[in-house]
Nanobody, 125 residues
């Protein structure tokens, strides 16, 4: 069973950048498809980005495509989310997700096996 710990959240101004990290332990990281979801207050958890276990394929929601980049370093058991050109609507708790049953994480949160505890991203206007 894999454990996930996110870091890198914080307060940023509109148009700014942040890089989130998620470090995994307790499993064979390179066998897991990884992803990022987010949940704003009062809203459902939504898919942001996903990356295949070998890093060969990525997937993005339309709302972040062109602004966010997901990547992974299997040697460091870490997945990243580089967030550029941040908007107030990007503010949310960001969660790292992992699942080894899929080539790439599904976009539906309830189908994901493993979650981190979340990291808060706040974007000031």
């Amino acid at each position: 069973q894999v454990q996930l710990v996110e870091s890198g959240g914080g307060l940023v101004q509109t148009g700014g950048s942040l890089r989130l990290s998620c470090t995994a332990s307790g499993g064979i990281f390179s066998s897991y498809a990884m992803g990022w979801f987010r949940q704003a207050r009062g809203k459902e958890r939504e898919f942001v980005a996903g990356i295949r276990s070998n890093g060969g394929s990525t997937d993005y929601s339309d709302s972040v495509k062109g602004r966010f980049t997901i990547s992974r370093d299997n040697a460091k058991n870490t997945v990243y989310l580089q967030m550029n050109s941040l908007k107030p609507e990007d503010a949310a708790v960001y969660y790292c997700a992992a699942d080894r049953r899929f080539w790439i994480v599904p976009r539906i949160a309830r189908e994901i096996n493993y979650w981190g505890q979340g990291t808060q991203v706040t974007v000031s206007s």
